[in-house]
């Protein structure tokens, strides 16, 4: 089954899908008779009448919506069970997955950072970062990185507020992007820890000051730079004291002789800590995304149809010109319209064929079925659904009720006029393509503008 509008109508094949498919349409149509989405169902009817006529265009879209329902359900199924089977997943790989050490990245590899959980008794702490570094540099480089470090974390302190600190303060564990390592180490350190974490044992509202000084450490070269920080209290968040103790931690073993894994903290105030790689949450992504693309797609289908529909309307309405001129040719001959209409109705369905031979086709067997000529045309003008048509129709029905008489000086007019409304439309068809083709060209020429500008004002530059 593919995946146009038409083929949906073309397929006659019963998937596994196709009875709940069958009962969500029944229940849409309830839902629709009192909301306002009858109005597309109404442009979807209408679009398939100009297709296939006004008597099979409820039945065919019914079928198209069964069978896009059908195609919605598969969709939306495979999304959830695959957002589903990643979310077990993540499930199962926690389960048992624990870990006590991370192992260190290959020089040539850089640092590396890693996403952890911790398990503290019955509480899990989630959103803990740890980055493990690596490299090697020279003896110059060291020390030029360090002077670009010590200016930097200058730069840093001043927007901190060290006279009057509030909350925690984000000290970096790297700069000089990760080839500069940062120890700090306060005078203070049940006040503020090495970590930047302000505790809350003070009572004092004025607070107290202690002396924070930093190490800069590039491989084998330090520097020292040493700030005051007036401290005042503040809560405590236990996740962010992990996360920075366990930082801290990184940096002493990082410090170490070479080891191929750092150990990661195994009690903290006390308290058991186990640890897990935190796997992203691609299962809701992928749910959210499977949803929002079943309503894209249902969108996409109804619109689909209206341009079938649209497509089906031009199509005749270019043809009506040459349709009324054959028509006029073979009435012209002494031939009934009964006749006329059964010589033009076995063209249809050839190759290159106007859509409309398909019409009169339709209108013939009316006729062959028992039908009234005067029903069949009024018919025929009413299932092509445009105002040429209904006009011409109209003509046919007066040539019934009264006579031949005037009948070929009317169509010889409406020729006439069908003529200049093509050639109307096609001058109108032409302003449009214009229209739309200026934004590609006046893109053209600021992309010629540029060729151009560019290379001379580099040649008046050089001058």
């Known amino acids: ?100 050490a991370l192992e260190r990245p290959k020089k040539q590899d850089g640092s590396r950072q890693y996403e952890l959980k911790a398990r503290t008794g019955e509480e899990t702490l989630t959103g803990i970062s740890v980055e493990i570094p690596a490299c090697r540099l020279t003896q110059k480089e060291q020390e030029e990185l360090l002077e670009k470090a010590a200016f930097q974390l200058d730069e840093l302190a001043e927007s901190w507020g060290l006279d009057a600190v509030t909350e925690d303060i984000s000290l970096p564990d790297t700069l000089q992007d990760g080839l500069v390592e940062v120890r700090f180490e306060s005078s203070l350190y049940d006040l503020m820890d090495n970590s930047g974490h302000v505790r809350n044992e003070l009572t004092a509202e004025e607070g107290e000051i202690l002396t924070l000084r930093a190490v800069l450490v590039c491989e084998t070269k330090q520097k020292e730079l040493v700030y005051p920080v007036r401290v005042l209290p503040k809560g405590q968040d236990i996740a962010s004291r992990l996360e920075r103790e366990t930082k801290r ?19 903290f105030d006390g308290r058991t800590i186990s640890w897990e790689l935190a796997e992203p949450a691609y299962c809701g992504w992928i749910a959210v995304l499977t949803m929002a693309g079943c309503i894209v797609l249902s ?16 199509e005749l309405l270019f043809s009506y010109p040459a349709f009324l001129t054959r028509l006029t040719l073979l009435a012209g001959s002494g031939m009934p319209i009964r006749l006329v209409f059964g010589r033009m109705a076995k063209e249809a369905g050839r190759e290159g064929a106007p859509p409309v031979y398909e019409e009169v086709l339709r209108t013939c067997r009316e006729m062959e079925s028992g039908l009234t000529e005067l029903q069949a045309y009024e018919n025929f003008g009413k299932r092509c659904r445009l105002p040429q048509y209904k006009k011409c129709a109209s003509l046919l029905v007066q040539n019934v009720r009264r006579g031949t008489g005037g009948l070929l000086a009317a169509l010889n007019q409406e020729a006439e006029n069908a003529f200049e409304e093509r050639k109307a439309l096609a001058r109108r068809k032409g302003e449009e393509a214009q229209t739309r083709m200026l934004l590609p060209m006046l893109m053209m020429l600021v992309v010629v503008m540029i060729l151009i500008m560019v290379p001379a004002c580099l040649s008046f530059g050089g001058m």
Request: cysteine-free; glycine content about 8%; hydrophobic content about 40%.
């Open 1 to 100: 089954m593919g995946w146009s509008p038409l083929e949906f109508i073309r397929d006659e094949r019963r998937g596994l899908f196709y009875r709940p498919a069958k009962w969500l349409w029944k229940k849409q149509e309830k839902f629709a008779k009192r909301h306002p989405a009858q109005r597309t169902a109404d442009e979807g009817r209408n679009a398939l009448a100009q297709l296939y006529g006004e008597a099979q265009a409820k039945a065919y879209y019914e079928k198209f919506r069964i069978r896009k329902n059908e195609k919605l359900m598969v969709i939306f199924l495979t999304g959830m069970g695959l957002s589903a089977i990643l979310a077990a997943a993540a499930w199962l790989s926690g389960k048992g997955n624990g870990v006590t």
């Open 249 to 267: 931690q990184v940096l002493e073993q990082e410090s170490q002789e070479e080891t191929g894994v750092i150990l990661l903290p195994e009690e």
């Open 299 to 314: 969108v996409a289908f109804e619109k689909d149809l209206l341009k079938e529909g649209e497509k089906r309307r031009e």
